[in-house]
């Protein structure tokens, strides 16, 4: 049957303010960036893994209506979209202060779990994301 | 409008996150409003018009559901555990727990179990619903 997890999807509001966050704070690399004309396919991934992308979708016309377009919008910012992922570190309190340090907002502080020391934090519109140190 | 909805949206989900993240600590609506650069008249009817409930019961709620998660996986007293999540005294803790759970916090930890899936999950779905 399947193989492989390639791509997931999740919506920004501003896709330059989205790679100035994935890339610039998160360290993630742009995977693909294709100006479609009525749309731009933008991906990311953990750099050395282009086999597993996150396309950061803007919501908006013609794929929706306007007014599903601001409804979209306003469940983003509402911390209420359903689109996240979690990454791994190898080091979850480290990765936590250097994020801190450039200003990531966080949603959680790292914690121990049975499964390894996790934290939460905020992209600039609302989007969920989790880091995970897994126990070895 | 629209963008003024977003941008209003995203100060109040700034504060929530910010009950969510320091539950344990002191919290007041002055300090909500200042990290949600609102006054705080505004801030928590804006609140309440964002997630359908006010700031003082979200807060409750969040610590509930901490002390919840720590009945559950903990050693720890209760009374403790009250303290621990920001109730200044057990009665309050005792009286806030029935409130929103229906049980005491004894009897919860009697019927509760642990679950090993991430935190972010058990936080937002074993959070009492009203």
Redesign the interface.
Known sequence: MFNAITHSQMYVLDQDEALDFYVGKLGLEVTADIDMGFMRWLTVGVPGHPERQILLEKPGAPAMSEETAEQVRDLVTKGAMGGWFILTTDDCRKTYERLLEKGVEFTQEPTERPYGIDCGLRDPFGNRIRFTQPKV | M?RA???T??R???A??AM??DYAQPMDVPALARIAHVSPAHFTRTFRA??GETPHRYLQRRRVERAMFLLRETDRSVTAIGFEVGFNSPGTFSRTFRDIVGRSPRTYRKEATAA?V???FT?AWTRPST
Do not use: A
Request: one cysteine or more; aromatic letters at 4%; proline letters at 5%.
């Open positions: 629209s909805t977003e941008e949206n995203r109040m989900l700034r929530r996150d969510d993240r964002t997630f090993s991430p935190t972010c936080m």
